[in-house]
C-alpha cells in the first residue's frame, strides 16, 4: 500500500472502528442515536473510499452499514 496523506487505510479503520466500538459500549445515553451515527459513517466511508479508489474504505464503509442494521435490530 502506499501512503496517503494522514496514514494507512488501514490503520485508519481500525482507528475508526476503535472509536465506534468505545461509543457503542459506553454511551448508553446514545443508543437511539448510534445507528444513525454508523449510517453517516459508513456512507462518508463509501463515498470516500470511491473518490480516492480504495477498495478496502468501501468494504469498511459497507460492514459500517451492516453493523448498522445489526444494532438497530438489537436495541430497538
Same mark, same amino acid.
Given at each position: 500500500?502506499?501512503?496517503?496523506?494522514?496514514?494507512?487505510?488501514?490503520?485508519?479503520?481500525?482507528?475508526?472502528?476503535?472509536?465506534?466500538?468505545?461509543?457503542?459500549f459506553?454511551?448508553?445515553?446514545?443508543?437511539?442515536?448510534?445507528? !444513525? +451515527?454508523? @449510517? *453517516?459513517?459508513?456512507? #462518508?466511508?463509501?463515498?470516500g473510499?470511491?473518490?480516492?479508489?480504495?477498495?478496502?474504505?468501501?468494504?469498511?464503509?459497507?460492514?459500517?452499514? !451492516? +453493523?448498522? @442494521? *445489526?444494532?438497530?435490530? #438489537?436495541?430497538?
Amino acid at each position: 500500500m502506499e501512503k496517503r496523506g494522514t496514514g494507512y487505510a488501514h490503520e485508519m479503520l481500525v482507528a475508526f472502528f476503535f472509536l465506534i466500538l468505545v461509543v457503542t459500549f459506553y454511551a448508553s445515553d446514545y443508543q437511539l442515536a448510534m445507528p !444513525a +451515527i454508523l @449510517l *453517516m459513517a459508513g456512507g #462518508v466511508m463509501i463515498l470516500g473510499g470511491s473518490v480516492i479508489k480504495e477498495p478496502l474504505i468501501i468494504t469498511a464503509g459497507v460492514v459500517c452499514l !451492516a +453493523i448498522a @442494521l *445489526m444494532y438497530s435490530e #438489537v436495541f430497538k
